[in-house]
């Protein structure tokens, strides 16, 4: 089960709730009228969450076949150099 904090608590100590959620590294969530209304997580969990996320959607394309191997530096220098044509930051 989730921490939980009303509303109400955050408006008059929002240092502390933060670091808490730094702290304990679980998401507290915000309640008002006994109903929850969102969540307050440290910046750990949120950079967490957000690699998990990215990865989820690399396996996902590896599944799919979108996806290139690299086997020598040669071939990664010569990706490099494309994907930099491509963004503007070399000239063709």
């Not at 009228?33 to 957000?50: F, M, R, S, T, Y």
């Not at 959607?57 to 494309?82: C, M, V, Y």
């Amino acid at each position: 089960m989730f921490n939980t904090i009303s509303a109400r608590q955050i408006q008059r100590e929002y240092k502390k709730v933060l670091e808490d959620a730094n702290k304990s590294k679980e998401p507290i969530v915000v309640m008002s009228n006994n109903k929850p209304q969102g969540a307050v997580i440290g910046l750990d969990l949120l950079e967490k969450l957000q690699l998990e996320a990215v990865l989820g959607e690399a396996l996902i394309e590896h599944k799919l076949g979108k996806t290139k191997t690299i086997s020598t530096k040669r071939e990664l220098e010569d990706d490099f150099e494309e994907m930099r044509k491509e963004a503007g930051l070399l000239k063709a």
